[in-house]
Antibody, heavy 120, light 107 residues
Framework: EVQLVESGGGLVQPGGFLRLSCAASGFPFSTYWIHWVRQAPGKGLVWVSRINSDGSSTDYADSVRGRFTISRDNAKNTLYLQMNSLRAEDTAVYYC?????????????WGQGTLVTVSS | EIVLTQSPDFQSVTPKEKVTITCRASQSVGTSLHWYQQKPDQSPKLLIKSASQSFSGVPSRFSGSGSGTDFTLTINSLEAEDAATYYCHQSSGFPITFGQGTRLEIK
């Protein structure tokens, strides 16, 4: 069974930082692109970032580029999102989502999400 | 950026009704268009991939069609459990974008 379990969310002050994790199981993690997607309270889905299977290629939404860093540890089957210089508008549930073996494509499995709240 | 516009934003429907949700792209995405269902307080679930391919385990009442800029998600014989928000998603252009969502309420 494919499972993605996010952790690391919480309350942080503006300008602060957090590191989210996504532990994967049930599929060959090192073969797939993985994405982060966020959802502000009561709002729609917004793509944040993606990383290729070996971690050598990453992409970001304009709104987070330069502040967020996606990475992965294939030995630990874990994805990360380092979030720096956090802003109130970064407040959202952050989901990791399994992509396909190439750039693009659909997200066939999602984690349960972890809530990040940026507030003083 | 490719903008996806869904219609309607909200629809109140009765069980057994047939529902059609549309997603229009601001430029062609080929068939790189996917549909998700999100129930309250749950994560999104993939329904349809690549415009018309049903994802494993999805009930047969859900179907998708279209290519280029115009796409449709159809739910035949709606059931109470289909109350949710539905999103389209394009993976053709960068950045990846989602439609604004269509909330279905069951009367």
């Amino acid at each position: 069974e494919v499972q993605l379990v996010e952790s690391g969310g919480g309350l942080v002050q503006p300008g602060g930082f957090l590191r989210l994790s996504c532990a994967a199981s049930g599929f060959p993690f090192s073969t797939y692109w993985i994405h982060w997607v966020r959802q502000a309270p009561g709002k729609g889905l917004v793509w944040v970032s993606r990383i290729n299977s070996d971690g050598s290629s990453t992409d970001y939404a304009d709104s987070v580029r330069g502040r967020f860093t996606i990475s992965r540890d294939n030995a630990k089957n874990t994805l990360y999102l380092q979030m720096n210089s956090l802003r109130a508008e970064d407040t959202a549930v952050y989901y990791c989502a399994k992509g396909i073996t190439t750039r693009g494509g659909f997200f066939d499995y999602w984690g349960q999400g972890t809530l990040v709240t940026v507030s003083s | 950026e490719i903008v996806l516009t869904q219609s309607p934003d909200f629809q109140s429907v009765t069980p057994k009704e047939k529902v059609t949700i549309t997603c229009r792209a601001s430029q062609s995405v080929g068939t790189s268009l996917h549909w998700y269902q999100q129930k309250p307080d749950q994560s999104p679930k993939l329904l349809i991939k690549s415009a018309s391919q049903s994802f494993s385990g999805v009930p047969s009442r859900f179907s998708g069609s279209g290519s280029g800029t115009d796409f449709t998600l159809t739910i035949n014989s709606l059931e109470a459990e289909d109350a949710a928000t539905y999103y389209c998603h394009q993976s053709s252009g960068f950045p990846i974008t989602f439609g604004q969502g269509t909330r279905l309420e069951i009367k």
